[in-house]
Protein backbone atom coordinates (compact mmCIF):
# COMPACT_ATOMS: atom_id res chain seq x y z
CA UNK A 1 0.00 0.00 0.00
CA UNK A 2 1.28 3.31 -1.07
CA UNK A 3 0.75 6.44 1.04
CA UNK A 4 1.02 9.77 -0.45
CA UNK A 5 1.63 13.03 2.12
CA UNK A 6 1.51 16.38 0.72
CA UNK A 7 3.70 18.73 2.90
CA UNK A 8 1.76 21.87 3.78
CA UNK A 9 3.36 25.28 2.77
CA UNK A 10 5.27 26.96 5.22
CA UNK A 11 4.06 30.15 5.53
CA UNK A 12 3.80 33.52 7.80
CA UNK A 13 0.47 35.06 7.68
CA UNK A 14 1.01 38.78 7.93
CA UNK A 15 -0.77 40.75 10.65
CA UNK A 16 -3.39 42.71 7.86
CA UNK A 17 -4.26 39.29 6.70
CA UNK A 18 -5.48 38.02 9.92
CA UNK A 19 -7.46 41.39 10.45
CA UNK A 20 -9.15 40.88 7.34
CA UNK A 21 -9.79 37.71 7.72
CA UNK A 22 -11.69 38.91 11.56
CA UNK A 23 -13.35 41.91 9.77
CA UNK A 24 -14.94 40.10 6.44
CA UNK A 25 -17.01 36.97 6.47
CA UNK A 26 -16.18 35.24 3.40
CA UNK A 27 -12.83 35.81 1.04
CA UNK A 28 -9.14 35.29 0.59
CA UNK A 29 -8.21 36.04 3.71
CA UNK A 30 -10.28 34.46 5.81
CA UNK A 31 -9.40 31.12 3.04
CA UNK A 32 -5.70 31.61 4.29
CA UNK A 33 -6.73 31.74 7.93
CA UNK A 34 -9.16 28.89 7.11
CA UNK A 35 -6.50 26.60 5.11
CA UNK A 36 -4.18 27.01 8.18
CA UNK A 37 -7.05 25.55 10.28
CA UNK A 38 -7.32 22.61 8.33
CA UNK A 39 -3.89 22.22 7.39
CA UNK A 40 -3.16 22.62 3.57
CA UNK A 41 -0.98 25.54 5.24
CA UNK A 42 1.96 24.98 7.64
CA UNK A 43 1.83 28.88 9.80
CA UNK A 44 5.15 29.85 11.44
CA UNK A 45 4.81 32.10 13.98
CA UNK A 46 6.90 33.71 16.36
CA UNK A 47 6.99 35.87 19.67
CA UNK A 48 6.72 39.21 17.95
CA UNK A 49 4.63 38.04 15.24
CA UNK A 50 2.26 36.69 17.98
CA UNK A 51 2.41 40.10 19.92
CA UNK A 52 1.54 41.84 16.68
CA UNK A 53 -1.77 39.67 16.16
CA UNK A 54 -3.03 39.56 20.07
CA UNK A 55 -2.02 43.48 20.05
CA UNK A 56 -4.24 44.38 17.03
CA UNK A 57 -7.20 41.87 17.35
CA UNK A 58 -7.78 44.09 20.24
CA UNK A 59 -7.88 47.13 19.17
CA UNK A 60 -11.25 49.22 19.64
CA UNK A 61 -11.76 49.64 15.55
CA UNK A 62 -10.70 46.28 14.85
CA UNK A 63 -13.57 44.53 17.54
CA UNK A 64 -15.99 47.21 16.17
CA UNK A 65 -15.65 45.73 12.97
CA UNK A 66 -15.58 41.89 13.78
CA UNK A 67 -18.71 39.97 13.40
CA UNK A 68 -17.42 37.41 16.46
CA UNK A 69 -17.38 38.56 20.01
CA UNK A 70 -13.58 39.71 21.45
CA UNK A 71 -13.70 35.76 23.44
CA UNK A 72 -14.12 33.94 20.81
CA UNK A 73 -11.00 36.52 18.82
CA UNK A 74 -9.17 35.31 21.66
CA UNK A 75 -10.51 31.24 21.00
CA UNK A 76 -9.45 31.85 17.29
CA UNK A 77 -5.81 33.26 18.11
CA UNK A 78 -5.46 29.66 20.33
CA UNK A 79 -6.59 28.09 17.54
CA UNK A 80 -3.95 29.21 15.21
CA UNK A 81 -1.18 28.65 17.61
CA UNK A 82 -2.06 25.26 18.17
CA UNK A 83 -1.61 24.52 14.42
CA UNK A 84 1.66 27.04 13.70
CA UNK A 85 5.08 26.22 14.02
CA UNK A 86 7.24 28.45 16.76
CA UNK A 87 10.13 29.89 15.02
CA UNK A 88 12.89 31.15 17.96
CA UNK A 89 14.76 33.59 15.90
CA UNK A 90 18.19 33.77 16.78
CA UNK A 91 20.24 36.51 14.57
CA UNK A 92 18.30 39.43 13.36
CA UNK A 93 18.32 40.01 9.53
CA UNK A 94 17.18 43.77 9.30
CA UNK A 95 16.03 43.88 5.54
CA UNK A 96 15.21 47.68 6.14
CA UNK A 97 11.92 47.21 4.85
CA UNK A 98 10.05 51.08 4.06
CA UNK A 99 7.68 49.76 7.39
CA UNK A 100 9.96 48.71 10.23
CA UNK A 101 7.16 46.93 11.84
CA UNK A 102 7.51 44.51 8.68
CA UNK A 103 11.27 43.79 9.46
CA UNK A 104 10.30 40.90 12.19
CA UNK A 105 7.61 39.26 9.57
CA UNK A 106 10.63 38.92 6.80
CA UNK A 107 13.14 37.79 9.57
CA UNK A 108 10.35 35.10 10.86
CA UNK A 109 9.90 33.96 7.16
CA UNK A 110 13.77 33.36 6.57
CA UNK A 111 14.48 32.11 9.89
CA UNK A 112 11.53 29.36 9.58
CA UNK A 113 12.21 28.82 6.22
CA UNK A 114 8.87 29.97 4.60
CA UNK A 115 8.06 29.59 1.09
CA UNK A 116 5.50 32.14 1.49
CA UNK A 117 4.97 35.53 3.15
CA UNK A 118 0.98 36.15 2.81
CA UNK A 119 0.18 39.29 3.07
CA UNK A 120 -2.11 42.41 1.81
CA UNK A 121 0.64 44.96 1.13
CA UNK A 122 3.60 43.49 -1.04
CA UNK A 123 4.46 47.20 -1.78
CA UNK A 124 6.00 46.98 1.93
CA UNK A 125 8.01 44.01 1.34
CA UNK A 126 9.44 45.21 -2.36
CA UNK A 127 11.95 47.64 -1.29
CA UNK A 128 14.18 46.10 1.30
CA UNK A 129 18.00 46.33 0.83
CA UNK A 130 18.22 42.43 1.61
CA UNK A 131 16.59 40.16 -0.96
CA UNK A 132 15.35 36.98 -0.53
CA UNK A 133 14.15 35.10 -3.99
CA UNK A 134 13.27 32.08 -1.91
CA UNK A 135 10.78 33.50 -0.66
CA UNK A 136 7.94 34.74 -2.08
CA UNK A 137 5.70 38.24 -1.23
CA UNK A 138 1.90 37.11 -2.33
CA UNK A 139 -1.73 38.26 -1.93
CA UNK A 140 -3.86 35.63 0.10
CA UNK A 141 -5.71 35.90 -3.95
CA UNK A 142 -2.58 34.66 -5.22
CA UNK A 143 -1.63 32.10 -2.33
CA UNK A 144 -5.14 30.79 -3.35
CA UNK A 145 -4.45 30.40 -7.09
CA UNK A 146 -1.13 28.74 -6.09
CA UNK A 147 -2.24 25.96 -4.43
Known sequence: MCYHFRMAYRIVVDT??????????????????RGCLLGAYKPLLSNALF??????TAR????????VAPEDVKVLLEAVCSVAEWVPIFY???????????????ELAAAGNARVIVTN??????KG??????????????????V
Open 121 to 126: NIRDFS
Open 129 to 146: ELRFPDIQIVTPTDMLRE
Open 51 to 56: SEYEDV
Open 16 to 33: NVLTAALISPDGPNRAIL
Open 92 to 106: LWRPNLTDEGDNHVL
Open 60 to 67: PAILERCP
